[in-house]
């Protein structure tokens, strides 16, 4: 299988199978169907790492990351959401939620305000 | 209007006091009865005395930026669909999406680029400026005036980018006189340099103002947001900081415990970049914190009857409360932040994005439970703390306003 992330982040490969999503809407959904396991599994072999993880991705233009960075950047954006259960709740959705199926991630950003 | 009394502060504890940055209305003081939330008839009177006499934001510039641009939004307390679309003279306007033939939807697409609308009944065509440009068969029509049977439109204006509708074309009243000093003191805001990085809506079986409510009063902090905000379970933290009143629109700034510390991966990100959610102590404070609060996180600006604009250092997010019914409403919330320099500020941002969210879930976890209460008719009042003032301003704003007393 091709690696995803960058080399020097080869530690992290395992993860992309289930945590390397592109949406927000897809990232909270694999947060909200794993359980606490899972989740600190993933928390705890990230969180040593993000300090070089954010350092690497500062080498690079913003708006123009390699695909390798690219991804590294949204595991990134996974790994924010999976610190919510572990740091905040000790549980996958919020304790004391609206019902999730009922409050709508939309991915049309830049068009904003319809509903 | 009743005459307003001098500004006054409340010391909760030594360190922290509310205070009042404009004249506090007199708005009474004993309980709000639950009747404006429950009562169908007062919201067919809402609908007639508030919603069709405000003016009414339903979008951004952003959306829209070229000539045919439109977009099109389901408006359920005027019973209509209306579109708004940028014409050739890079005016944005906004008109009923019905044609004035037999009253057919001109744009069936929630959003696209048109050089006019062709309704796909009989084929009338209309402008980008909503005029009746064609007819087919129009000898079949003896006498017609195309004059007159241009769209229906409402009146459209913007500030900062906001797109804002009012139901009358006409409407005695500019935006600019609407939204008044509020709207003054956030002036400064660097709206266009933020990027759209959110939207969210959710579809709640409550009041609209009720559903308003767990999002302008700070008291639920200490105990609602004990886990999204962890550090929250602090009395001082759900205390305003201070409260402004401007006519029908009120702002509340929110202060921050100087002390809360960041989640260890929080504190990684904030490292690297700024523009986090609970990361106050720096950065541009133009069309910031009006009162000058010496201890301060964000501001609550919400612009009567259902937009809010909260303002804080490097994001801002808004929520609109479109009713449905009188326990019926749709909620919509859009987040944005100034546009990211590196990956350090964006994943620093990510956390607002996340932190904001689910908090959110926190706050409408409990607004379909209080309107059974009411629906019930087992809890007939609301009890109004002071330190949820905004509360006692809605209620009190929109009862003038249904009365016919607009203050
Ligand atoms: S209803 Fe539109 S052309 Fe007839
Ligand atoms: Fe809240």
């Not at chain 2, 944005?92 to 062709?118: I, P, Y």
């Not at chain 2, 439970?369 to 905004?390: C, L, M, R, Y």
Request: glycine residues 8%; proline residues 7%.
């Amino acid at each position: 299988m091709t690696n995803q992330l960058p080399a020097a982040f080869a530690d992290l490969e395992p993860f992309c199978a289930k945590w390397l999503r592109p949406t927000e809407s897809q990232r909270n959904q694999v947060r909200i169907s794993s359980d606490m396991a899972e989740l600190r599994v993933f928390y705890d072999a990230v969180l040593p790492r993000f300090d070089a993880v954010i350092r690497h991705l500062n080498q690079f233009p913003l708006g123009d990351l390699p695909p390798a960075e690219q991804n590294l950047l949204n595991l990134s954006f996974a790994f924010v959401e999976a610190t919510a259960p572990v740091e905040r709740f000790n549980s996958p959705i919020v304790t004391k939620t609206f019902p999730p199926e009922r409050f709508l991630i939309h991915e049309d950003l830049g068009r904003s305000g319809g509903w | 209007m009743n005459a307003p009394q001098p500004p006054v502060s409340y010391p909760f504890s030594p360190s922290h006091a509310m205070k009042f940055g404009t004249p506090v209305p007199d708005m009474g003081s004993g309980p709000i009865p639950a009747e404006s939330v429950t009562s169908a008839a007062y919201f067919e009177r809402e609908r007639e005395q508030i919603f069709k006499q405000a003016w009414l934001q339903v979008g951004r510039v952003e959306e829209i930026p070229n000539a045919g641009d439109y977009f099109t939004r389901e408006l359920h307390v005027f019973k209509s669909n209306i579109v708004v679309v940028r014409g050739k003279d890079g005016a944005v306007r906004a008109f009923h999406n019905m044609c004035t033939h037999r009253g057919m939807a001109l744009a069936t697409e929630a959003c696209g680029n048109t050089r006019g609308f062709t309704c796909e009944f009989h084929g009338w065509g209309f402008g980008l400026d909503g005029s009746l440009q064609a007819v087919p068969a129009i000898e079949s029509f003896p006498g017609i005036d195309r004059s007159r049977l241009g769209l229906k439109a409402l009146a459209c204006d913007t500030w900062n980018g906001f797109i804002f509708v009012h139901w009358n074309p006409q409407p005695a009243q500019s935006l600019a006189d609407f939204m008044g000093p509020l709207a003054r003191d956030m002036d400064g805001f660097p709206f266009d340099q933020c990027q759209h990085i959110a939207h969210y809506t959710a579809r709640v079986k409550a009041n609209w103002k009720l559903s308003i409510d767990a999002f302008q009063e700070a008291y639920h902090a200490t105990y609602l947001h004990r886990h999204a905000i962890p550090g929250a379970g602090d009395l001082e933290l759900a205390l305003p900081s201070s409260v402004r009143f401007y006519g029908p629109h009120r702002s509340v700034s929110c202060w921050l415990k100087t002390d809360i510390q960041p989640t260890p991966a929080e504190a990684i990100a904030y490292k690297h970049g700024s523009f986090g959610f609970v990361k106050a102590d720096e950065g541009d404070t133009r069309g910031l914190n009006p009162s000058g609060d010496e201890s301060w996180w964000f501001d609550i600006n919400v612009f009567f009857p259902n937009f809010f604009c909260d303002l804080g250092r490097g994001w801002y997010f808004t929520y609109n409360f479109w009713p449905v019914s009188e326990n019926d409403t749709i909620w919509n919330m859009n987040i944005y932040q100034v546009q990211a320099a590196t990956a350090g500020d964006r994943l620093a941002q990510e956390f607002t994005r996340v932190v904001l969210r689910d908090t959110v879930f926190e706050d409408m976890s409990t607004m379909e439970f209080s309107q059974k209460a009411f629906d019930s008719g087992v809890i007939t009042e609301q009890t109004i703390g002071d330190t949820e003032i905004a509360v006692r301003h809605q209620y009190w704003v929109a009862d003038e306003w249904v009365n016919g007393r607009r203050p």
